[in-house]
T-cell receptor, first 111, second 113 residues
Framework: GNSVTQMEGPVTLSEEAFLTINCTYT??????LFWYVQYPGEGLQLLLK?????DKGSNKGFEATYRKETTSFHLEKGSVQVSDSAVYFC??????????FGKGTRLSVIA | DVKVTQSSRYLVKRTGEKVFLECVQD?????MFWYRQDPGLGLRLIYF???????EKGDIPEGYSVSREKKERFSLILESASTNQTSMYLC????????????FGSGTRLTVV
């Protein structure tokens, strides 16, 4: 079936460090891919998305590129801030089926 | 600002109680979803609905039911609450499947004692 695998956390980084959170997905069909972020005490918010191969989603300094050849959608940010501390979820969606989420990766950024 | 509103942020209920979790969206979305979120398990789909009065089982429907009498409201019902249903419950809505993403509510943290 459809699934999403993302790197386990927690990830702890110093402020201004480079961030990568890996995400791979099952290649069935032509899914859309998403990154969601959950700040403490809140629901999930859409961070960025890509709907076809080689698309790059970007928002708030975060980027992810839809790589069909490696079935990946890794999240990157060049310089993280303390305010980026949150849980990040990768998700895939296709056709008429609900989104499938990864298990989430907790990021802690320390000053 | 468009939103999905969950009626309670925190709830404490006793084992065996019937529990209603309410979710309302103001975006005229056709699709609504209930997930539960647990540490180490991520988000798991309980039920979803593509239209008024219709419902589909997700991955973990046991012990739950849902009601969608109006387009904007999707209720999750715990028929007889148990301690293993202690969790964060997240409601979401969307205007299309798998392409546009979801809008989530802030969540309801339910504790069953």
């Amino acid at each position: 079936g459809n699934s999403v695998t993302q790197m386990e956390g927690p990830v702890t980084l110093s402020e201004e460090a480079f961030l990568t959170i890996n995400c791979t997905y099952t290649a069935t069909g032509y899914p859309s891919l998403f990154w969601y972020v959950q700040y403490p005490g809140e629901g999930l918010q859409l961070l960025l998305k890509a709907t076809k191969a080689d698309d790059k989603g970007s928002n708030k300094g975060f980027e992810a590129t839809y790589r069909k050849e490696t079935t990946s959608f890794h999240l990157e940010k060049g310089s993280v801030q303390v305010s980026d501390s949150a849980v990040y979820f990768c998700a895939r969606g296709s056709g008429n089926t609900p989104l499938v989420f990864g298990k989430g990766t907790r990021l802690s950024v320390i000053a | 600002d468009v939103k999905v509103t969950q009626s309670s942020r925190y709830l404490v209920k006793r084992t065996g109680e019937k529990v209603f979790l309410e979710c309302v969206q103001d975006m005229d979305h056709e699709n609504m979803f209930w997930y539960r979120q647990d540490p180490g398990l991520g988000l798991r789909l309980i039920y979803f609905s593509y239209d008024v009065k219709m419902k589909e089982k997700g991955d973990i429907p046991e012990g739950y039911s849902v009601s969608r009498e109006k387009k904007e409201r999707f209720s999750l019902i715990l028929e007889s609450a148990s301690t293993n249903q202690t969790s964060m419950y997240l409601c979401a809505s969307s205007s299309g499947q798998g392409i546009y993403g979801y809008t989530f509510g802030s969540g309801t943290r339910l504790t069953v004692v």
